[in-house]
């Protein structure tokens, strides 16, 4: 694995989406593999960090307010003096390409993208193409290029997600209170998105929640701000389902 020999210290940055943030968590995986003696930190957006809380891939969360001039100026300062071997730039945008660039680091790999790959030393494909044009193919594979093109081997495509006891223990008592069923399975929805293009119609996850009913217990998840638009979803059913509830009930 010549391109990692010497690495120590590893920045993964992926600092939107707290679903692609999951997603690359096969990635972080194959990295702890192929460097169990190096240091690996992930740089995220504030209000990500609990998706890798406890995830044994990981040394270190380092987050920030995008939002926020003084905290990004506080994250580009310590990338400067971060000391770091390999960054990979999960996300290639303009922003990450900066943050990428200011570590100095001795390998960085991002997408082979105009305006963006002078920051790396390894540009990437943004996505693969055959003779009939792009290849399509499970979202974590996109991050494990990044682990392949720089000689590791990737461990299998699960998701890592540790779910605390107490977080257990509050779900516990709310399945109690509401009475339900535990000899079915739980189905989860999620209809909220981060912007209108990346959303479904309610009164299609009505359906499709309907349908799937008869083999479970629907209950859709939410967060802040999205209340409305997840009632919109459920109301569209015939079968029952939960609301559930937000963090702290």
Known sequence: MPALDGVQRLLVIRHRAGGDLLLATPALRALRSALPG????????RGFTAILEGNPDVDRVIDFDRRSL???????????????????DLISNPRSAWMTAFTR??????????????AY??????????????????????????????????????LTFHVSAAAEETIDRWLTANGV???????????????????????????????????????????PGERAAVEACRTRMRAVSFFAPLSGW
């Open 121 to 158: 030393t390894l540009a990437l494909p943004r996505e693969p193409v055959g003779p009939e044009g792009p290849i399509l193919r499970y979202a974590p594979e996109a991050a494990l290029d990044f682990v392949r093109a720089l000689g590791a081997v990737p461990r299998g495509l699960g």
């Open 181 to 223: 069923d535990r000899g079915k399975p739980l189905i989860a929805c999620l209809p909220a998105g981060s912007w209108p293009a990346k959303t479904w119609l309610p009164e299609r996850f009505g359906t499709v929640m309907d349908a799937l009913a008869r083999e479970g217990t629907v209950i859709w998840t939410w967060g």
């Open 105 to 118: 680091a001795r390998i960085r790999v991002g997408y082979d993208l105009r305006g963006r790959r002078w």
């Open 70 to 88: 003084a905290s990004q100026g506080a994250l580009y300062a310590r990338l400067l003096g971060g000391g770091y071997d390999a960054v990979l």
């Open 38 to 45: 190096a240091t690996i930190h992930v740089l995220t957006a």
